[in-house]
């Protein structure tokens, strides 16, 4: 059992930056989870946006935020982070913030989270 709490979420204008944090607690060990943000805009289904297996090395990203998004973890601080960048109006969304049992983090489906977080909601506008 892990709990999550995201949190940085806020009014962004289009082409800034904002940063995300996602706290975990819970009696099992940080990095026994992979970690992943993904996010659900107005009327639309949740969507994965990145996902960092259980030691950081490895991260993921859907097509639409690679190369603008940095998905890190500090396994010592129970802490993931999503650094956005360049942000455009359609990145406005909850994130949300889930674990998943696998290590990996390559399973990155929705229905692959056990874990999530109440979310954060990010808007980006001129």
């Known amino acids: 059992q892990v709990q999550l709490e995201e949190s940085g979420g806020g009014l962004v204008q289009i082409g800034g930056s904002l940063g995300l944090a996602c706290a975990a607690s819970g009696p099992r060990t940080f990095s026994n989870y992979a970690m992943g943000w993904f996010r659900q805009a107005p009327g639309k289904e949740r969507e994965f946006v990145a996902t960092v297996n259980w030691s950081g090395e490895n991260t993921y990203y859907a097509d639409s935020v690679k190369g603008r998004f940095t998905i890190s973890r500090d396994n010592a601080k129970n802490t993931m982070f999503l650094q956005m960048n360049n942000l455009k109006p359609e990145d406005t969304a909850v994130y949300f913030c889930?674990?998943?049992?696998?290590?990996?983090?390559?399973?990155?489906?929705?229905?692959?989270?056990?874990?999530w977080g109440k979310g954060t909601l990010v808007t980006v506008s001129s």
């Open positions: 889930a674990a998943s049992n696998y290590r990996s983090g390559s399973y990155n489906a929705v229905e692959d989270m056990t874990y």
